[in-house]
């Protein structure tokens, strides 16, 4: 039973499709479908029926992917990313040379603000795993073929979402690098 389900919005584009692939190869715990003219309602069937959290939506943009919405089983959007550039697995490790592998856990610099712990929380509890704190990312330390979900905060106060191969210490993708977080539990907007 996935934790989460993953999707496009129903206008797509083949870098979007390409995006959503990268996502579903290194999210743990999630089960891409091609949402087709399927309506809001019809993915909620689709997320009760599966047993899921919730979905993720990728939706486009001038062609490429603009928002990550978290939809919940009630068909609420709990969670939605503007996304202000987003580079794909191939664009980010061009020569392949990293073992793609579903993340074990998210991380976070031990120096991160408030917001970039928050999401990553948020992010960690939808996919059903644990959050930790290191140094820097080239300091991460795990188990033979693990990866891991990296967000931190940019100079340009935007927020990066990246991936990284532990064993190697290298960056796989995709990066995306989020301009804008909207949580919504309930009525409330933060």
């Known amino acids: 039973m996935p934790s989460l389900l993953l999707t496009t919005s129903r206008k797509t584009s083949n ?23 399927m309506g809001l309602q019809e993915l909620v069937a689709r997320i009760n ?4 959290q ?3 939506v990728i939706s486009i943009w001038r062609g490429n992917p603009g928002e990550l919405t978290f939809i919940s089983p009630t068909g609420s959007e709990m969670l939605k990313l503007r996304l202000d550039t987003v580079l794909l697995r191939r664009e980010v490790n061009a020569n392949g040379s990293a073992r793609i592998g579903r993340a074990e856990f998210v991380a976070v610099p031990t120096m991160s603000s408030e917001r970039v712990k928050i999401l990553a929380t948020d992010i960690a509890t939808l996919l059903n795993i644990n959050i930790q704190e290191h140094q820097s990312a080239t300091e991460l330390v795990g188990a033979n073929d693990q990866s891991c979900i990296w967000f931190e905060d940019t100079p340009s106060g935007k927020l990066l979402w990246t991936h ?7 960056e796989i993708g995709p990066r995306i690098r989020i301009s804008t977080v909207w949580r919504k539990f309930g009525n409330e907007s933060e």
């Open 15 to 37: 870098r979007v499709r390409s995006f959503l692939r990268d996502l579903s190869s290194v999210l743990p715990g999630t089960e891409r479908f091609n949402r087709g003219g």
């Open 49 to 52: 029926q599966s047993g899921a």
């Open 54 to 56: 919730g979905a993720l």
């Open 164 to 170: 990284y191969d532990i064993n190697n210490q290298i």
